[in-house]
């Protein structure tokens, strides 16, 4: 046995350089596994942060969903009012203009007033208000109606050469005192009638001085 291990030291003692080759291509197959090591756990850790950063993000969507969902309860337990629809029938240059206001909410919606201010291309060309004295009781709907004179812009309107854009108000109160106020931009789509271009809902506070 020592004259095996005594021939193979010498036989790698007369050829060094081959015993160098051998050394370095272990190192090389050594640093090459490490490397591979390496990235595998480079991957998982993206992998891992990646499911980390989706549930985040689910997380995050989970809460906005539910504070819109509460917000939304919370302005339903009140009175909520909102144009359901507008419509205008024109005989000759004389629009017969209906306003369908309902309430969304769950509570009474009282002193309801309505204003409608007409415009086309900007400028002002009639206005029409009617005081706050009526209640709107949960789901139920309220009809206002108007008379537009369109004039001589009549054809500009109805083929969409100009604009008539109708900004209205709608102010209401809750039983217990709050103020609210509606507000919509309607304007005549030629070829479809009235749509809502915006609209939205503000608390008023009330200023004691």
Do not use: C
Request: charged fraction near 20%; glycine fraction near 8%; proline fraction near 1%.
């Amino acid at each position: 046995m020592f004259n095996i291990l005594h021939t193979v030291w010498r036989w790698f003692a007369n050829n060094e350089w081959l015993a160098l080759w051998i050394e370095g291509f272990a190192l090389v197959a050594i640093f090459w596994r490490e490397m591979r090591d390496s990235r595998a756990q480079h991957k998982e850790t993206l992998d891992q942060l990646k499911l980390l950063r989706e549930q985040v993000e689910a997380t995050k969507g989970s809460a906005q969903a539910a504070q819109k969902s509460a917000d939304l309860a919370a302005s339903l337990h009140l009175p909520y009012l909102g144009l359901l629809e507008t419509t205008g029938n024109n005989s000759g240059q004389l629009w017969n203009m209906d306003f369908v206001i309902k309430n969304f909410g769950l509570l009474l919606a009282a002193s309801v007033g309505f204003t409608v201010t007409y415009s086309v291309d900007g400028g002002q060309r009639r206005e029409y208000a009617r005081e706050g004295a009526v209640q709107i009781f949960p789901g139920g709907v309220l009809k206002v109606q108007d008379q537009y004179n369109s004039g001589s812009e009549l054809q500009s309107l109805l083929t969409g050469s100009r604009k008539l854009v109708l900004n209205i108000s709608i102010p209401y109160n809750s039983q217990d005192g709050r103020s609210f106020k509606y507000t919509a931009e309607v304007a005549y789509v030629a070829g479809i009638g009235f749509q809502i271009v915006s609209s939205r809902t503000i608390e008023e506070l009330q200023v004691s001085i």
